[in-house]
Nanobody
């Protein structure tokens, strides 16, 4: 069983920064891809960024150059550093663990953390 708990959301002015954290339980963390998704009101959930077990990263075009994803396997943590925030970054941000191990699929989600960018 895997549990993901996000933290670090809040209210920030445009141009500001926030760092989201996701704490994971379970021994499979280091073997799995971790992702950050977001869902704004009235919109579909979208991938913001992901990082594989080997450290390869992927970013949505809308956040490239502003957001940075990282992970600490020893601590079972994944982070999303968000800089130069824009009002359109306002959304609930979700942590996701995804992958396969011994043919078993894993796909777990956190409860989400609200990020509001507003002046």
């Amino acid at each position: 069983q895997v549990e993901l708990v996000e933290s670090g959301g809040g209210l920030v002015q445009p141009g500001g920064s926030l760092r989201l954290s996701c704490a994971a339980s379970g021994s499979i963390f280091s073997l799995m891809t971790m992702g950050w998704y977001r869902q704004a009101p009235g919109k579909q959930r979208e991938l913001v960024s992901s990082i594989t077990s080997g450290g390869s990263t992927n970013y949505a075009d809308s956040v490239k150059g502003r957001f940075t994803i990282s992970r600490e396997n020893a601590k079972r943590m994944v982070y999303l550093q968000m800089n130069s925030l824009k009002t359109e970054d306002t959304a609930v941000y979700y942590c996701n663990l995804y992958g396969r191990l011994l043919s078993r699929p894993y796909d777990y989600w956190g409860q989400g953390t609200q990020v509001t960018v507003s002046s």
